[in-house]
T-cell receptor, first 114, second 112 residues
């Protein structure tokens, strides 16, 4: 069975500081990797995805993530956060043999303080 | 109009009542999904459908049923609601296995 673990449930950070949200996964098959963001009282929005190719993926709003196959990780980073980045972030995978079902981590609440 | 529309946005219902959550999409995708979100648990898959005639149970389907009325419509029913079904429910659609999902805005359901 596949699983996704987000290593921090809450990450407080000051505005303009860098941030890293950590995600590890476990799977016996290859996976596609995703990060979603959920702003308060809204649905989920795709930030970025890794399907193949370059392991450094750039997404919207200045976020990027790096796929590390040996460590089965897909950490999300932003060099300088804004108050508007306050949201919940979800890491998710689609295993190659699962027909496209998205498996989510538990979520990380990013709180950006002035 | 939103790509994925869920109705209602909020609903309070009593234990034992039957309730239906509706979802429609304008993306033209065959694949549709229902998830529930609980604090600290992320999103968990209830049911999914890869086309109108293909409906499958997810990891937490007990107590739920679905109907795929058309390519664009996928409804979730709680036959007899119970308090631990209080949650935020999301419908989503996708084009193919490696594509990202497009989510609706969610339905917040409270069972009292």
């Amino acid at each position: 069975a596949q699983s996704v673990t987000q290593l921090d449930s809450q990450v407080p950070v000051f505005e303009e500081a860098p941030v890293e949200l950590r995600c590890n996964y476990s799977s016996s098959v290859s996976v596609y990797l995703f990060w979603y963001v959920q702003y308060p009282n809204q649905g989920l929005q795709l930030l970025l995805k890794y399907l193949s190719g370059s392991t450094l993926v750039k997404g919207i709003n200045g976020f990027e993530a790096e796929f590390n196959k040996s460590q089965t990780s897909f950490h999300l980073r932003k060099p300088s956060v804004h108050i508007s980045d306050t949201a919940e972030y979800f890491c998710a995978v689609i295993p190659y043999n699962q027909g496209g079902k998205l498996i989510f981590g538990q979520g990380t609440e990013l709180s950006v303080k002035p | 109009d939103a790509d994925v529309t869920q109705t209602p946005r909020n609903r309070i219902t009593k234990t034992g009542k039957r309730i239906m959550l509706e979802c429609s999409q304008t993306k033209g995708h065959d694949r549709m999904y229902w998830y529930r979100q609980d604090p600290g648990l992320g999103l968990r898959l209830i049911y999914y459908s890869f086309d109108v005639k293909d409906i499958n149970k997810g990891e937490i389907s007990d107590g739920y049923s679905v109907s795929r009325q058309a390519q664009a419509k996928f409804s979730l029913s709680l036959e007899s609601a119970i308090p631990n079904q209080t949650a935020l429910y999301f419908c989503a659609t996708s084009a193919y296995q490696g594509s990202g999902y497009t989510f609706g805005s969610g339905t917040r359901l409270t069972v009292v």
